[in-house]
Structure formats: C-alpha cells, structure tokens
C-alpha cells in the first residue's frame, strides 16, 4: 500500500527511521515527508505567512521546514499528488496520550490526514530513548495492513501508545479511552546568567487518573494501547443542557 510516513520529531528521528524500514520490509511503498526539525507540541500548526521549502535528503525522503501538519498537506498534494492509503505518524519520541493530544504534532498530523479523508495512525513510544523501537514498528506495520482491509464508515484515526521494556514482554493490545492527567509542578521559575526571570513549562512527570480502559493506565499495566480518536469537539450532553437556557438573554 502507499503509505505516507511523517512525525514530529523530525526526519533525523529514529522512531521514523525505524518504522519506515519495517514497512519498506512488508514491501509497501513509503514516501516519508517530514519536519527538517524537532516539532514537537506544535499541535496542529499550519504555516500560512511564508513558502515552505522542501528538500529530498536520499529518494522518497522529503523534509519540510515546517509542522508535522505542513508536511501532511504538502506530501498529499505536493510531493505524492494524490492520496495515500494510509498516513502513519511517528514513532513519537514520548507518549501520546489523554488532554495531550491536543498538544502533539504527532496525533495533529493523524488529524490532518483525517481531515484530507485519509486514514491514519500516531504512535508513540513511552519510554522517549529506551523503548522497543523495532518491536513496536513491527506492531505498527502490522495493524496499518489491517486498518487497510477493514471498511471504517469514515477515515479511523488510531491513537498507538506502546509501554516501556521489550515488546516480547508487552501485554495484549487494549482498546482504550483517553485518560486525564494532570502535572505536578508545573511551571518552574528560575533566574537566567543575566539575573531576568523566565519559566520553564512542564517539568514534572505526568499524573493521571482514569479506569483500567484508559491509555495510561494501559501503558502503565505493560500493553500496547488503542484509541480511536475524532475531531468532533461538541459537546452533546452540553449541548443538550444549554437548550433550557435563554441563549439569547445571556447576550443581552
Ligand atoms: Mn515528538
């Protein structure tokens, strides 16, 4: 099939690296397209006020000097000129998972195939160096050839968060939910060399809670997590307690 390969972490990544030779090994046909540089937490940015310039690095390597977003818009209208079967993000350097999603580039390049009405799969290792990078890209290459056969009513976005250690030694694979977490210690303050204040978000470990079928406690548990995500943000059940409010007395 033909995949279109990008990330977040940018085309030196290994995570990349690895995943596209184990799908060049299965025999698919790989154009990978991806930031000339690290992106992470870049969300779903799109670069609109300036050219984005493209460089083939070796065949069928293309890097963009944008996000994770660009490079999906660019390698399915630009470089590929039609769809692709399948678009597939990662392997994320870090865990994917609960409230941050919404921050990663990553899972906003999933969304971004989603949106072209591509199927799509992030997926992100917890253990940011160590993890099984070979073992989960295998898994990856596996479940992107199934998602293919399967008839999904609309494009599926498929959320992969893999746990830490060897993949012979993880869990079977769990549908998820996404989970809430929160952080400790968020934001540290300290002094630079010239005596000015500045912050640093997000130092601590992340904290989370939720049941058994959410993605952290999953991963936690050694399996290999699922979520199938949407980009529907309504809220129903809001929508639905709004009604018996005067809507427009509350704008006047
Ligand atoms: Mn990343």
Known sequence: MRILLTNDD???ARGLRT????LLERGHEVTVVAPDR???ASSHAITLDRPLRIREIENKWFSVDGTPTDCVLVGCH???RAKPDLVISGINHGPNMGEDVTYSGTVAAAFEAHILGVPSIAASMKDRE?????GAAQLVTRLAEALLVRQCARPAILNVNF??????GWSKPRLTRLGTRFYTDELIEKEDPRGRKYYWIGGAEAVWNGGDDTDFATVAQGA?????LHL??????ARQELKDWDLAGCFS
């Open 232 to 237: 529907n943000l309504t809220d129903e059940e």
């Open 38 to 40: 690290e992106q992470s």
């Open 224 to 228: 290999v997590s699922v979520t199938p």
């Open 19 to 22: 995943l596209n030779e184990a």
């Open 130 to 134: 160590g993890g099984d990078f070979p």
């Open 78 to 80: 630009g470089i590929l």
């Open 163 to 168: 746990p830490p250690g060897d993949a012979e």
């Open 10 to 12: 940018g085309i030196l």
